[in-house]
């Protein structure tokens, strides 16, 4: 009998611990579930906190002017970003036109003959380029076309915006082309086409979606670069629509800005961050945007 | 067929579109493979400018130029120590921080949180990749800048200051101002890839965890996250990569002193920023050598670590996927 009792004791006392141990470890569980919520909710909550203090500081500043004049010398109030925006404008245009045709045909390459060892240097260089800081192609440039020019242009600077692309734009081809269906290649292939025209009236066309998007990517990135223009456009304070010249960029508008001493010219960096952010963000929305219909369908 | 001679009429008269066929398909090919060269040269010419650019640099100060700690432009001495202490120190006070958060979230994002939730968190913090970093740059020099001069360094200076790395003189622009601002930056990318490798660890593996009587934590802990230990790591090091190169941003907030100090709170400099302050007013051919020469090793460390993470992240995405 008091063997009987004793286990029976000695059973409660172990579920009695059990009980208690689950609990102990629920306890844990949403302890860990919880602090892992917070670190999300503190990630996602530092935008919130940098677009609140760029609204409410730039957005006193905004007006017509803002976008249609000229920036000001030191000391005179008032003045613009205009040169600025186009000139972002412009020299994003020139990058686009110079990396979209060498990306997209190497997207090419890799999803269609994109087998052995250049295949992979390649996709490789690809990858890795896009971890290069910035500057280090501002460099680039620098020696490729300002020094041995002697003199600064926006040209240098889309040249260095161009490589910035390219990784990108290689490897969203490459994704957009690889899913075309190879029935349709082949299709096309089998009617007699060759590869050419079953690659540039048949395959493109299908991708071209995602090429587009992958091009827009690739715009949202180096919008809002300022490290390599640094000596490339160098900037300026009037209107340049030469790129053979020294040209002005939003983001370099804001850097030289927000480094000055003058109360002045720090309202204008706030508001011109204002006007990138919502460019940037306008692009890239717009590109995800693409992207999540496209792969609802 | 052949005895009527017809169709080989028609083969001939079908000859030169055949041609043209071939010729555009010749065309086509040499320009999908040229672009792919050209790429390949691309890259390897950014090598050869800056190392060719850099060869005074390396020729009169040797191997040296990298564990020398006197800049001096008047003197035309370079030392790049400073700099690669200062990169060094924000970087990773960057990564601590940014993987500490980012890999929680990303847990949290990929097994915790519910659909309603994780769509908006993961959109939002992938969002905060978009900024410019020139934006970062003007938020942090006049809003962090401030803060952590007035509250949060005397804080550490009260709680920790035993330390000497929270001691000395506080200035606001600082290398842990650098880090902050850097750990912000580079947090999207550990919490988004880090959230793909664990989503891509099998489901098995959490269910056999949960039929064994584990806790969603303790599935977490001892099972998930030692799965996608190699690809998280990878993400480190591939954020680890982005704050090493970032430029503007710690550029407006390090204090660009070229010192090395054992204060966290003391301005440094970093290999970027030397660049981006010093580079249009290089007047010398050494000064502007050594600038490219902390080019050529910038290029050098993240070609290095990028191929290391991509290495990494691959492996373990491809594996989980292959399963």
């Excluded at chain 1, 020294?246 to 706030?270: C, G, K, N, V």
């Excluded at chain 2, 001939?12 to 040499?30: C, K, S, V």
């Excluded at chain 2, 003007?138 to 200051?161: E, S, Y």
Aim: proline fraction near 5%; charge should be positive.
């Amino acid at each position: 009998m008091m063997a009987v009792a004793d286990a029976r004791a000695a059973a409660e006392h172990l579920e009695q611990l059990q009980a208690r141990n689950l609990r102990l470890r629920v306890f844990w569980s949403r302890t860990g579930v919880g602090f892992a919520a917070l670190c999300a909710s503190i990630a996602a909550a530092t935008l919130l906190v940098i677009l609140a203090y760029v609204v409410a500081k730039g957005v006193a500043s905004i007006n017509l002017a803002f976008f249609l004049e000229l920036p000001r010398p030191v000391g005179a109030r008032g003045g613009g970003v205009s040169n600025g925006i186009v000139g972002t404008a412009i020299m994003v245009t020139i990058a686009a036109i110079l990396a979209t045709p060498i990306g997209v045909l190497c997207g090419v390459f890799l999803a269609l003959f994109g087998r052995g060892f250049v295949a992979e240097t390649v996709r490789f260089l690809a990858d890795v380029l896009s971890g290069v800081p910035s500057i280090v192609i501002g460099l680039f440039a620098y020696t490729v076309l300002v020094a041995p020019l002697k003199h600064f242009s926006a040209f240098s600077a889309a040249f260095a915006f161009a490589i910035l692309m390219l990784p990108i734009i290689i490897r969203t081809s490459e994704e957009a082309i690889r899913s075309v269906p190879t029935v349709v290649r082949e299709g096309a292939l089998a009617l007699g086409m060759s590869v050419y025209t079953a690659t540039a009236k048949v395959v493109l066309p299908a991708a071209r979606g995602a090429i587009v998007t992958g091009l827009l990517l690739g715009v949202a990135r180096v919008t809002g670069e300022t490290a390599p223009l640094l000596f490339t456009a160098f900037g300026s304070q009037f209107w340049e629509l030469n790129p053979n010249n020294p040209m002005a960029a939003l983001s370099l508008q804001i850097f030289t800005y927000a480094i000055s001493p003058y109360e002045d010219w720090h309202r204008q960096a706030w508001a011109g961050a204002l006007v990138l952010i919502v460019i940037v963000f306008i692009i890239n929305l717009s590109t995800r945007f693409a992207l999540r219909t496209r792969l609802g369908r | 067929l052949t005895e009527s001679g017809q169709p080989g009429e028609a083969l001939q008269a079908g000859a030169p579109a055949l041609a043209r066929a071939h010729r555009a398909d010749r065309i086509f090919t040499t320009a999908v493979y040229g672009s792919s060269i050209l790429f390949v040269l691309i890259v390897a010419g950014i090598f050869f400018q800056l190392a060719f650019g850099s060869s005074k640099a390396f020729s009169k100060f040797g191997l040296s130029f990298l564990v020398t700690s006197q800049w001096n432009p008047v003197t035309n001495m370079f030392g790049a120590l400073p700099m690669i202490y200062g990169t060094l120190v924000s970087s990773l006070i960057a990564i601590v921080l940014a993987a500490g958060v980012g890999i929680f979230a990303a847990a949290f994002l990929a097994d915790f949180a519910p659909r309603v939730l994780a769509r908006p968190l993961s959109f939002t913090i992938e969002l905060l990749a978009a900024v410019p970093s020139v934006v970062f740059g003007l938020w942090g020099l006049f809003v962090l800048a401030p803060i952590m001069r007035n509250n949060v360094d005397p804080f550490l200076q009260k709680t920790l200051g035993f330390l000497p790395a929270f001691q000395g003189t506080i200035f606001g622009t600082s290398l842990l101002t650098a880090g902050i601002i850097l750990a912000i930056m580079i947090v999207p990318t550990v919490t988004a890839i880090s959230r793909d490798v664990i989503e891509a660890i099998p489901t098995d593996l959490r269910e056999g965890s949960a039929s064994l009587g584990a806790t969603k934590w303790e599935t977490m802990q001892k099972v998930v996250l030692p799965a996608a230990r190699t690809g998280i790591f990878g993400a480190c090091i591939l954020a680890l990569g982005r704050a090493l190169g970032e430029t503007i941003a710690a550029t407006m907030v390090i204090g660009n002193k070229p010192a090395i100090s054992a204060s966290l709170f003391a301005p440094g400099y970093s290999l970027p920023s030397v660049i981006a302050n010093e580079f249009t007013e290089a007047t010398s051919d050494i000064y502007l050598s050594s600038l490219i020469a902390l080019g050529l090793t910038l290029f050098v460390v993240s070609m290095t670590i990028n191929g290391l993470a991509r290495f990494l992240t691959l492996t373990v995405l491809r594996s989980a996927r292959g399963r």
